[in-house]
């Protein structure tokens, strides 16, 4: 049997189904999966087990039987552990099919086939009675289905569920409660991530500003969590105003209610400055007493003895709707709204509205502007870079003629914009057009430019002479940048589409960028390895099954795939050179026949390999070129620096080789990476 499988063809730039083979999105499912991160979690780890040791020893002494209901059980890991600590019996509800055969595998591996069932259900599906999955209530009520935002998940109804049918009354929860602590923040650099600030252009008439029109100014943006690691914004990129406080907690012992409400509390700001900023974690207590307390505090609230590394679960970054000025001392209240899945702010100056709880429950935001469907956070971050945007003025100046017609193909860009304010002076018979997705009408209208730039509603391929008003394209430009990028090769299509306007351009054209090249570079990981990384054991238990099923997944495809993951977030040092490997001259069309390289790198430092990162530079004009990779190696020990905008692909390797001394063998990587032109995609192979 077959599945489809929406995906963006990189050379068409078009949604297309895919037939894939029926496990096809299981293998994706299994291989992207966050499993091994948390089963890498060492402190998840232990003080689940703690807790649960903690919990059922509780039960004992009050005379019961300890019967365990375990809700979305994974590898079967928490069973487990309430099995070994004395529980009497778990029920081992898992709702996604292969993770409950696993778990199954896992438990019958582990001796524990006389203590845990497991059940494939939803737990809201589960039945308790003589027939049915469960035999009676459970009184010990063990969970992990908290995500960054504790609730999105689904972590409230299905506790609500729970307990109205699936365990007694006073039974104890590991974990015992969860608590969610809010700070406010000043931060340019995370403001930056949701609206557009002022863009400065220095044209040969003088300085214009683009800007960004009220719609988008006053509008709330997106209800989608941004989850980040927090750990690795550096302090000077956001000023503290407030104390951390405790937003609000759920404890889970008790009958949860998930319908939607609000919670308010009294900030002091500690400092004058702009409130825009809402930074959120939480943590869990796996005891009632609170001394089993797994924490993802950051890294200026907690010591630093505390830390763990994870992936599953990070901090969350709220955009306030509008900034506003705060005074140091001068009481603000804030209201943390919620619905069943997620979290969202506003901050309020007076105590008046507090009474009033109509005005309180605010709707969840959603994006009138349009700008925030078209650009997602870090496209927002990109266009307000201006170090960037000076990269593209410079080359636009060089290229642009008094006689340009300028065609831009991107997403969502503001080329357009800066070339019509560059060649100000010669509009005359200059068109600027857009292709693609433009940036929304509002925009325009704003900045005065409704009747200065078409916008083109076609494909490239069916682009004809009057969308062109007769004229031949002498300038066609482009970041390049497609909403369907996943990997950083994506971009490419920007060839396709320059390859299907061939007719169109000029004999001698000018193409921004000219060219792309594919750089890659060797890396060992501080952190991220652990993600694609086998298990064995977790806290005594064999869970070797997870680790095959993960890697059977991984090696589904002839090929490994290489896979986006926003670098910045997650260091590693380089063991290699960067190296140039394929390029790709935006002055020809695509050519026929693919495009490969094959070659060694060389390991310049000791480390551990865990796999190759790629990214693409954008060659805008002579001297003049992006990346979006790499921006620098800051010192000798080979930490690198990433483009914090984009997301580079990385490639893991089978297997992690380390060298201790420069002189142990390998010291080279040879690998084959093959562009493929029908289909715009990238093979790659390493040989450690
Ligand atoms: N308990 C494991 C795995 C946690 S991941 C561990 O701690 O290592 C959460 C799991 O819960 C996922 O496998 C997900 O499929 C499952 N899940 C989430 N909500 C569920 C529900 N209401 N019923 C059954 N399974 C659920």
Not at 143 to 150: A, K, N, P
Not at 360 to 365: A, G, L, R, T
Not at 523 to 529: P, T
Not at 623 to 628: A, C, F, L, R, Y
Request: net charge negative; aromatic share 10%; glycine share 4%.
């Amino acid at each position: 049997m077959k599945t489809f499988c929406g995906r963006a063809n990189p050379t068409t730039g078009a949604m297309e189904w895919l037939e894939e083979d029926e496990n096809y999105d299981y293998h994706q499912e299994i291989a992207r999966s966050r499993y091994a991160d948390m089963l890498h979690d060492k402190d998840r780890n232990t003080k689940y087990y703690q807790g649960i040791r903690a919990a059922v020893s509780r039960v004992k002494e009050r005379g019961e039987k300890a019967i365990v209901l375990d809700i979305g059980t994974g590898t079967g890991l928490l069973s487990m552990m309430a099995a070994s600590a004395g529980a009497d019996f778990c029920y081992a509800v898992e709702v996604f099919k292969p993770m409950a055969n696993a778990a199954v595998k896992i438990v019958e591996k582990n001796g524990f086939r006389d203590k845990i069932k497991v059940i494939n259900k939803h737990s809201t599906e589960v039945t308790v009675g003589p027939d049915g999955d469960m035999q009676c209530r459970a009184n010990v009520l063990v969970t992990e289905l908290f995500d960054t935002e504790l609730i999105g998940e689904g972590a409230l109804p299905t506790y609500e569920h729970a307990h109205k049918y699936l365990v007694q009354e006073g039974c104890e929860a590991v974990p015992h409660r969860a608590t969610v602590y809010v700070q406010l923040v000043e931060s340019k650099r995370m403001w930056s991530w949701n609206k557009l600030l002022p863009v400065h252009v220095e044209a040969e008439d003088g300085e214009k500003i683009i800007v960004s029109p009220s719609e988008m100014e006053n509008c709330p943006g997106v209800p989608s969590v941004c989850d980040i690691q927090l750990n690795q914004m550096p302090s000077n990129d956001f000023t503290i105003l407030s104390d951390v406080v405790t937003m609000f907690s759920v404890d889970f012992s008790k009958p949860v209610r998930s319908a939607s409400t609000y919670y308010r509390v009294q900030l002091e700001p500690v400092k004058s400055g702009k409130a825009q900023i809402i930074l959120s974690w939480w943590d869990i207590d796996m005891d009632p007493s609170g001394k089993i307390n797994c924490t993802m505090a950051p890294y200026w609230v907690k010591s630093t003895s505390a830390f763990q590394w994870r992936d599953h679960w990070m901090q969350c970054v709220y955009f306030l709707p509008n900034e506003e000025p705060v005074l140091q001392g001068e009481t603000v209240y804030l209201t943390a709204c919620r619905d069943e899945y997620s979290v969202w702010y506003k901050l309020q100056k007076a105590r008046g509205a507090e009474e009033n709880k109509a005005d309180v429950c605010v709707e969840s935001p959603v994006c009138r502007c349009q700008a925030h469907l078209l650009w997602n956070r870090p496209r927002f971050g990109a266009l307000n870079d201006q170090n960037r945007t000076r990269q593209y003025i410079k080359s636009l100046m060089k290229v642009l003629k008094t006689d340009s017609v300028c065609l831009c193909i991107s997403d969502g860009s503001l080329l357009p914009v800066l070339a019509h304010y560059l060649g100000a002076k010669q509009l005359l018979t200059k068109t600027v057009s857009y292709f693609f997705f433009p940036p929304p009408p509002q925009f325009f209208k704003a900045n005065h430019l409704d009747d200065k730039i078409k916008i083109i509603e076609a494909r490239p391929e069916l682009l004809t002479t009057s969308h062109l008003e007769d004229k031949k394209i002498s300038v066609l430009v482009g970041e390049p940048f497609f909403t369907t990028s996943l990997l950083p090769w994506h971009n490419l299509y920007f060839w396709y589409a320059r390859t299907a306007v061939t007719s169109h351009l000029t004999s001698n054209v000018t193409v921004l960028p000219q060219s792309a090249s594919l750089h890659m570079m060797i890396v060992e990981f501080q952190d991220l390895w652990r993600i694609r990384s086998p298990c064995g054991t977790c806290e005594g238990f064999d869970v070797q099954t997870m680790d095959d099923m993960i890697k059977n997944s991984l090696n589904f495809r002839e090929s490994r795939e290489a896979e986006p993951h926003p670098l910045w977030e997650y260091p590693c040092k380089s063991l290699s050179d960067p190296q140039e490997v394929l390029t790709f001259d935006f002055r020809k069309t695509v050519p026929q026949h693919g495009l490969g390289t094959e070659g060694s790198v060389n390991l310049l430092r000791k480390g551990k390999s865990h796999g190759a990162v790629l990214w693409m530079e954008y060659h805008l004009a002579a001297d003049i070129s992006v990346s979006t990779g790499l921006m620098q190696i800051s010192n000798e020990k080979g930490n690198c620096e990433w483009n914090p905008h984009c997301k580079q692909a990385v490639y893991f390797f089978s297997s992690v080789i380390e060298s201790e001394t420069l002189s142990d063998l390998p010291s080279a990587v040879s690998y084959a990476i093959n562009f493929d032109t029908k289909t715009g995609e990238i093979a790659m192979d390493f040989k450690l």
